[in-house]
């Protein structure tokens, strides 16, 4: 069964960067939506920012437009994220989505 593999979350000071990466296989990396989901302690999935296969079309939550930007590699069959400018409520689970699957989620923590 697929999965997909999620890397790259952690601690860092507000204001840092961090880099979430996300992969998948070919045929769901080359066919589907994929995207970026996170999770706060006592609050709803929110959605965080989608891309669209072939023309990397994107969509951005609005607590994160500026600052984070979703990119796809095709080689590596793999999404990023990358979170400039974080913030102390950027604080969550981040969890890579695509057609109804979704991976473990990867813990970023944002404090001083």
């Known amino acids: 069964q697929e999965q997909l593999v999620e890397s790259g979350g952690g601690f860092v000071q507000p204001g840092g960067y961090l880099r979430l990466s996300c992969t998948a296989s070919?045929?769901?990396?080359?066919?589907?939506?994929m995207g970026w989901y996170r999770q706060a302690p006592g609050k709803d999935r929110e959605m965080v920012a989608i891309i669209r296969p072939p023309n990397d079309l994107t969509m951005y939550g609005d607590s994160v437009k500026g600052r984070f930007v979703v990119s796809r590699e095709d080689a590596e069959h793999a999404i990023y994220l990358q979170m400039n400018n974080l913030k102390s409520e950027d604080t969550a689970v981040y969890y890579c989505y695509a057609n109804g699957m979704w991976g473990k989620g990867t813990q970023v923590t944002v404090s001083a």
């Open positions: 070919e045929f769901t990396f080359n066919t589907y939506v």
